[in-house]
Each structure stands twice: as C-alpha cells, then as structure tokens.
C-alpha cells in the first residue's frame, strides 16, 4: 500500500535520517513535549507504541499502567478521534475517511490516502470539526483506541469512589 502510495523504502534505508539521529533532535526541541502542545490522531496505538519506542530508545512496557506512564512523560496531552468519534452519538465508526465525510471535511486535491502528510491534514481537519463538541474531547482526553474501554472503566470507578468519599 505505501509502495503504490510512492514511498521508495530501499532510498530511504539508505539516505533517510537514523532512529539516533531523529531521537536527539526530536528531544532537544522541547516544544514539541510542552505541556501545552495536544497531539492528535486516528487509531494511535501503534503510532504512540513506535514513538515511543523512538525516543525512549528501549522496549516498550509491558503492561497498559507503565505504557502510559512513560508516554505522559513525553506526550501530557493527546487526542485519538476514532476514541472520540465512538463517544459521539451522532457519528458511525469507521475509518478516518469516513469521519472526514461525516463531519463534512476533505483531503487537499490530489493527496493519497494513507501518506503521513495527507492523513495528518485530514486529521487535525477532523479534530478541529469536532472542537463544538468539548465535553467529549475532555472525556476522552489522552485515551488510545485499543485501551479506552479499560481506561473509562477505570475513570467511572475513580468517580465513583470520590463521590462515595464526599
């Protein structure tokens, strides 16, 4: 798929930048880890499990509490839409491309599917559609897809034993 989308895999093994290289760098630019900067995605357990990965430069935890330990410790805040799109009534699940065509947002002309620049766009152009909507990005905030049922559980039974200790 990313082959047909143009991307030359045997150029970049050989002209793209190291994981050491892409680390350092990313790490002595602290604004991209400012507690104000929110980051965004679609699906991102991978995408966050390969960045973290990246810039911790060790094996990923092995168990969900100390995966998302360690990422808060480079990411405070994130955003996953499809989390976010299954808490909206009004939405049916899918893919990216089908909460682009309900919130009635496009691609740029001529960008392809799947390529980071163009699924990126699409993404935040979908995550700004959705900012009327706060209530929910607040309860879903720094939630991944594959985890979140297990994380809402966990928040309902925390507000639950505060409201039982008031």
């Known amino acids: 798929m990313l082959t047909r989308a143009g991307i030359d895999f045997e150029r970049l093994a050989h002209e793209g ?3 050491k290289i ?3 760098s990313v790490l002595a630019n602290g604004g991209l880890f400012h507690p104000s900067c929110h980051w965004i995605g679609f699906h991102t357990d991978h995408d966050f499990a390969y960045l973290l990965a990246l810039l911790s430069g060790e094996d990923l935890p092995t168990d969900v509490p100390d ?3 360690s990422l808060g410790t480079y990411v ?3 955003h996953d839409l499809k989390v976010i799109s299954e808490r909206c009534a009004d939405l049916q699940r899918g ?3 089908k909460l682009a065509e309900q919130l009635c947002v496009s691609r740029d002309e001529g960008s392809i599917q799947h390529t980071a620049g163009s699924d ?12 009327g909507r706060e209530s929910i ?3 879903c905030e720094n939630m991944i897809y594959t985890f979140h049922y297990d994380q809402l559980q966990a928040r309902e039974e925390q507000q639950t034993l505060l409201a039982i200790a008031r």
Not at 120 to 131: N, V
Request: aromatic share 24%; glycine share 0%.
């Open 17 to 19: 930048i190291s994981h």
């Open 22 to 24: 892409f680390r350092e």
């Open 67 to 69: 995966f998302f330990y």
């Open 76 to 78: 405070s805040t994130f």
């Open 95 to 97: 893919s990216l491309n």
């Open 120 to 131: 990126s766009k699409l993404t935040a152009r979908c995550f700004f559609a959705l900012t």
């Open 137 to 139: 990005l607040e309860e």
